[in-house]
C-alpha cells in the first residue's frame, strides 16, 4: 500500500521511522524536527543571521556575540531534564551520522566510544561557556520556549511546538518574531546538515489487520481528508502541497524532514524507555557539573547493555 497515491509522496526519511528491516509497517501523517528555534528581533539587534550559526565554531562564536549584546545566547528548562539531552544526541549524530548509531544500536560500536564520546565532551565545553540562563536548572520547558519569545535569550533547541508554547506562555507579547534552522554542521563529522531527529504521529498496521486497515490508511492522505489533519489537527504535513494549511514558520520545519535523507526517532522513544531516562539523567549530570564526560556516556551504555 505505501506505493499508491499520496503516501507515494512522503520522503524517504520520514518513511523510515515507520519501517525495520527493510519492511514497512506504517506510515506518517504528522512528522516535525527538532531544530535551532531563534527570535528574529535578537539576531537582527546583533547583526546575525541563520548563516552565523552554521558551524559549530561559528555558532560558538556568535554565541559570544549574543552574550556581549546581553542576551542569553540558549534558553533551558533542565527542570524537566528531557528538554537537554538533545544538544548530545544531535552532536553526536553531525559527529556520527546514520552509521555510528547503528553500529551503537546492534552492537559493533557503543554509545560510549568514538563520536557519543566526542559529543558529549563537546557538549560539557559548551556548557562550560555558560550559554544558558541564569537558573536554567530550575526552569521549566514552557519557561524556556517563553524566554525566547521574550527576547531573553536567543535561541533554543525544542521541537515544532516551541512557537505555540512560547506564545502561550510569553509575558511581553513578541510573537510573530520566530525562526527557525538546522542545528550546525560539525566541521569533519560524516554526519549531513540535513540529518535531523524528531517526532510526529502516523498509525502502524499490525500483521493481522484487516483489509479495511489499509484502506482507511489510504483514505487518510487522500487530499480533502488530509487538509482537515493539517488544519484542524495542526499537523506538519508529510506529503507536498498542503503548506499553505499551516502557520508560514512551520514550512521550515517540513522542509527539513523532507530534506532528511536520515530522520532519526527521538533517542528516549526509540530506545527502551529505561535507557531513554538514563540518556536524560547522564546528560543532567553534564549540565549539573556533577558527570564527567566518560561517566555520562558509561552510563548510557550501561544501562543499553542491561536494557536492550
Same mark, same amino acid.
Given at each position: 500500500?505505501?506505493?499508491?497515491?499520496?503516501?507515494s509522496?512522503?520522503?524517504?526519511?520520514?518513511?523510515?521511522?515507520?519501517?525495520?528491516?527493510?519492511?514497512?509497517?506504517?506510515?506518517?501523517?504528522?512528522?516535525? =524536527?527538532v531544530?535551532?528555534?531563534?527570535?528574529?528581533?535578537?539576531?537582527a539587534? !546583533?547583526?546575525?543571521?541563520?548563516?552565523d550559526f552554521? =558551524?559549530?565554531?561559528?555558532?560558538?562564536?556568535? !554565541?559570544?556575540?549574543?552574550?556581549?549584546?546581553?542576551?542569553?545566547?540558549?534558553?533551558?528548562?533542565?527542570?524537566?531534564?528531557?528538554?537537554?539531552?538533545?544538544?548530545?544526541?544531535?552532536?553526536?549524530?553531525?559527529?556520527g551520522?546514520?552509521?555510528?548509531?547503528?553500529?551503537?544500536?546492534?552492537? =559493533?560500536?557503543?554509545?560510549?566510544?568514538?563520536?557519543?564520546?566526542?559529543?558529549?565532551?563537546?557538549?560539557? *565545553?559548551?556548557?562550560?561557556?555558560?550559554?544558558?540562563?541564569?537558573?536554567?536548572?530550575?526552569?521549566?520547558q514552557?519557561?524556556?520556549?517563553?524566554?525566547?519569545?521574550?527576547?531573553?535569550?536567543?535561541? =533554543?533547541?525544542?521541537?515544532?511546538?516551541?512557537?505555540?508554547?512560547?506564545?502561550?506562555?510569553?509575558?511581553?507579547?513578541y510573537?510573530?518574531?520566530?525562526?527557525?534552522?538546522?542545528?550546525?554542521?560539525?566541521?569533519?563529522?560524516?554526519?549531513?546538515?540535513?540529518?535531523?531527529?524528531?517526532?510526529?504521529?502516523?498509525?502502524?498496521?499490525?500483521?493481522?489487520?484487516?483489509d479495511?486497515?489499509? $484502506?482507511?490508511?489510504?483514505?487518510?492522505?487522500?487530499? *480533502?481528508?488530509y487538509?482537515?489533519? !493539517?488544519?484542524?489537527?495542526?499537523? !506538519?504535513?508529510v506529503?507536498?502541497?498542503? *503548506?499553505?494549511y499551516?502557520?508560514?514558520?512551520?514550512?521550515?520545519v517540513?522542509?527539513?524532514?523532507? &530534506?532528511?535523507?536520515?530522520?532519526?526517532?527521538?533517542?528516549?522513544?526509540?530506545?527502551? &524507555? &529505561?535507557?531513554? $531516562?538514563?540518556?536524560?539523567?547522564?546528560c543532567?549530570?553534564?549540565?549539573?557539573?556533577?558527570?564527567?564526560?566518560? $561517566?555520562?556516556?558509561?552510563?548510557?551504555?550501561?544501562?543499553?547493555?542491561?536494557?536492550?
Amino acid at each position: 500500500y505505501v506505493t499508491t497515491g499520496n503516501i507515494s509522496q512522503i520522503g524517504k526519511g520520514a518513511m523510515g521511522v515507520y519501517a525495520f528491516d527493510g519492511k514497512q509497517y506504517g506510515a506518517p501523517y504528522s512528522l516535525g =524536527t527538532v531544530g535551532l528555534w531563534y527570535n528574529k528581533y535578537v539576531f537582527a539587534d !546583533c547583526g546575525l543571521t541563520p548563516d552565523d550559526f552554521s =558551524t559549530w565554531s561559528k555558532f560558538l562564536k556568535s !554565541c559570544e556575540v549574543l552574550k556581549s549584546k546581553g542576551y542569553a545566547p540558549v534558553a533551558l528548562g533542565e527542570k524537566e531534564t528531557w528538554t537537554g539531552f538533545y544538544w548530545w544526541t544531535y552532536l553526536a549524530q553531525r559527529l556520527g551520522g546514520e552509521p555510528d548509531f547503528l553500529a551503537a544500536y546492534n552492537g =559493533t560500536g557503543a554509545f560510549n566510544t568514538g563520536s557519543y564520546l566526542k559529543a558529549m565532551e563537546m557538549l560539557k *565545553e559548551f556548557v562550560d561557556t555558560k550559554p544558558f540562563q541564569d537558573g536554567f536548572m530550575a526552569t521549566t520547558q514552557a519557561e524556556q520556549e517563553a524566554l525566547v519569545a521574550d527576547r531573553v535569550c536567543a535561541m =533554543t533547541l525544542m521541537g515544532q511546538w516551541a512557537p505555540s508554547t512560547g506564545k502561550d506562555n510569553a509575558t511581553k507579547g513578541y510573537n510573530d518574531e520566530w525562526g527557525v534552522m538546522s542545528f550546525p554542521a560539525v566541521e569533519g563529522g560524516a554526519g549531513l546538515l540535513s540529518d535531523t531527529q524528531g517526532g510526529g504521529d502516523g498509525y502502524i498496521i499490525g500483521k493481522n489487520a484487516p483489509d479495511e486497515a489499509i $484502506e482507511f490508511l489510504k483514505s487518510f492522505y487522500e487530499p *480533502e481528508n488530509y487538509k482537515i489533519i !493539517c488544519t484542524k489537527l495542526n499537523a !506538519c504535513p508529510v506529503v507536498p502541497g498542503y *503548506e499553505d494549511y499551516i502557520d508560514p514558520v512551520m514550512k521550515e520545519v517540513v522542509a527539513a524532514v523532507k &530534506a532528511a535523507g536520515y530522520y532519526q526517532l527521538y533517542y528516549d522513544q526509540f530506545l527502551p &524507555a &529505561a535507557v531513554g $531516562e538514563d540518556i536524560k539523567a547522564a546528560c543532567e549530570g553534564i549540565y549539573a557539573g556533577t558527570k564527567t564526560p566518560k $561517566e555520562a556516556v558509561d552510563m548510557i551504555q550501561a544501562s543499553w547493555e542491561a536494557n536492550r
